[in-house]
T-cell receptor, first 111, second 116 residues
Framework: GEDVEQSLFLSVREGDSSVINCTYT??????LYWYKQEPGAGLQLLTY?????DMKQDQRLTVLLNKKDKHLSLRIADTQTGDSAIYFC???????????FGAGTRLFVKA | DTGVSQDPRHKITKRGQNVTFRCDPI?????LYWYRQTLGQGPEFLTY????????KSRLLSDRFSAERPKGSFSTLEIQRTEQGDSAMYLC??????????????FGPGTRLTVL
């Protein structure tokens, strides 16, 4: 079945880069997403990548996709304390109304 | 505020009681989703509506759960005879459905259910 795996915690110093990794099992995944969840707030879509792309950059965010290994990563450059949150990797397939989420990576940013 | 709204934000109930949650999607969105999120986990898909039609239900959605979207706008999720294992955050999301593949879902703040 479909599964999305992420490491649970990441701690970085303010100003460093953060890299959050994710692996997925569904070879028919078409879109891969990164969502951010802050305490008391809803999930917010940060960025997404289509499966025929290798990389997508959006300001401080860089998404890398290795489709062969089914590995996705999110790099946050110049990490700030405001980036502390839980980051969820998710995938959906073509025509897919159903999005499968990982368990989330909790990012701690130390000042 | 034109985002997805959910009501109530918090619900505490006793085991065996019925509860109902409401979700109001973004007004022009024809797709609506319900998810359940437990502590330390990502959202788990429960069910999906395209307009008023419920097109898929997860196996997680037992017979005690029912969802409706009668006029293709707001939706309700009812849990009958609640159990302690139903304690979770219930999230609603909506998407426009204009593109059949790309599916950016906008999430509401969730309803936190505690079953005593």
């Amino acid at each position: 079945g479909e599964d999305v795996e992420q490491s649970l915690f990441l701690s970085v110093r303010e100003g460093d880069s953060s890299v959050i990794n994710c692996t997925y099992t569904d070879s028919s995944s078409t879109y891969l997403y990164w969502y951010k969840q802050e305490p008391g707030a809803g999930l917010q879509l940060l960025t997404y990548i289509f499966s025929n792309m290798d990389m997508k950059q959006d300001q401080r965010l860089t998404v890398l996709l290795n489709k062969k290994d089914k590995h996705l990563s999110l790099r946050i450059a110049d990490t700030q304390t405001g980036d502390s949150a839980i980051y969820f990797c998710a995938e959906s397939s073509t025509g897919g109304f159903k999005t499968i989420f990982g368990a989330g990576t909790r990012l701690f940013v130390k000042a | 505020d034109t985002g997805v709204s959910q009501d109530p934000r918090h619900k505490i109930t006793k085991r065996g009681q019925n509860v109902t949650f409401r979700c109001d999607p973004i007004s022009e969105h024809n797709r609506l989703y319900w998810y359940r999120q437990t502590l330390g986990q990502g959202p788990e898909f429960l069910t999906y509506f395209q307009n008023e039609a419920q097109l898929e239900k997860s196996r997680l959605l037992s017979d005690r759960f029912s969802a409706e979207r009668p006029k293709g706008s707001f939706s309700t999720l009812e849990i009958q005879r609640t159990e302690q294992g139903d304690s979770a955050m219930y999230l609603c999301a909506s998407s426009s459905g204009r593109d059949s593949s790309y599916n950016e879902q906008f999430f509401g703040p969730g309803t936190r259910l505690t079953v005593l």
